[in-house]
């Protein structure tokens, strides 16, 4: 049984005016800590995330031999990583990203690299990335394609990898930053198979690697080419978590308020940051020069029918305030949701049940009716031990004053301050 009190969602009755600057963009985040670990000499790190991803990254990569400092806001990290023969152990406690970009950078060591993390990760498949790696000299011990795994390499230098993305586009990050070390000098071939979900998230990967001198770029739309070169250090600085930023925008359209989002704007590179564009077809008034504010219609014009492949993370949050829109409302491209750390198509179909909204769902799709928020049923909502549910959920607890969150600190995966910026909303009133 457990011993955690729920946490009643506090309602927002009306409108409101601040300013919120987001947590780093994890996503972001995770790639130039790996990268700064690959590369020789001092990087130094400006807005990493204070949450449990970034710090179990950190931690797997002292273990790896990389050197890390934090001070503040500033994360100054030693490379290159260790690649002898040593047997390491690392925990990646809950960060599905940390793990894959970890199995990545294991094949490059001669030693034998054990990866494991919570229960709720164990049951997440890395069978793809095994895959590429097995056929690529590495020894990979893994009792279902899942965690605990252990790995032996150094990978073979090849010219061309193959490998599945219709599961998860983090597979095909991991060989993309680890490419510099494990191609010939004419450079290597990543060519995804299956659809290819997530995109975006690839889009981020090659910019970051671009900003630290290695070319990447996409041949077509299936093919990606990296040339062999060393990662730069250097100082970068880790702009606002656009997946963070949805909840802010969609409270804000939904209670006709006024959100800016001071670290982030237009030239982001993440796809998540599109969902801006979802909140403007709901009548949100959306300004992107410099930092991104939201301003909410007065009245919510239908949605009806979206696809959110591209941006798989900020699903969940439509999912969460379609209940409060106009009519009837079809979310599709749902995918990749039931690979994430719950369910996320199913899972909330069935928490949404249970407060009295009308939903179907298919595979790859959702279909959520409207409800008068006076009707919500009072509810303590599973999150799952995943973040994005309980954050998602408060745009419903902010009109139902009657929703409660199993566990209020599972936010701590990726934005510590949630409840804390949450509650702006409230006391600018």
Known sequence: MSSLI?????????????????PGSKSIALRQLAIAALAQGTTRLIGIPDCDDAQAMIDCL?????????????????????LGD???????R?????TRLLIGMAALRKGVTHIDGHPSLRV???????????AQGCAVESASGGLPATITGPIEVSPSLTIDGSLSSQYITALLLIAPMTCPDS???????????????????????????????????????VEQNQYQSGQRTIEGDATAATYFSALATLHCGSVTLTNIDQTTHQGDYEFCTVMEAL???VERSGHTRIVGPAKLSPLQEVNMQAMPDAALTLIAMSPLLPGSNTITGLQSLHHKECDRLECPATELRAMGVDVKTTLDSVTIEEIDP????????????????????????????????????????????????????????
């Open 6 to 22: 729920p946490f009643l969602i506090p309602a927002i009755n009306r409108s409101f005016d601040v300013e919120i600057t987001l």
């Open 62 to 82: 002292i273990q790896l031999g990389v050197n890390i400092q934090t001070d503040g806001q500033h994360t100054v990290v030693k490379g290159p990583m260790d």
């Open 86 to 92: 040593s047997t390491v152990h690392l925990n990646a």
């Open 94 to 98: 809950m960060s599905g990203a940390s």
């Open 124 to 134: 997440r498949s890395n069978k793809p990335l095994f895959d590429v790696l097995q």
């Open 187 to 225: 450079g290597q071939m990543i060519n995804i198979s299956g659809d290819l979900v997530s995109k975006p998230y690839l889009d981020i990967t090659l910019n970051e690697m671009n900003k630290c001198g290695v070319n990447a770029h996409w041949q077509d739309e299936k093919t990606i080419f």
């Open 283 to 285: 009548g949100a008034t």
């Open 374 to 429: 006076s009707k919500i049923a009072p509810h303590t909502l599973t999150t799952y031990h995943d973040h994005r549910m309980a954050m998602a959920f408060s745009m419903l607890g902010s009109c139902s004053h009657a929703l409660r969150v199993d566990d209020k600190a599972v936010v701590n995966k990726t934005y510590p301050n949630y409840w804390q910026d949450y509650n702006k909303l409230i006391a600018k009133l």
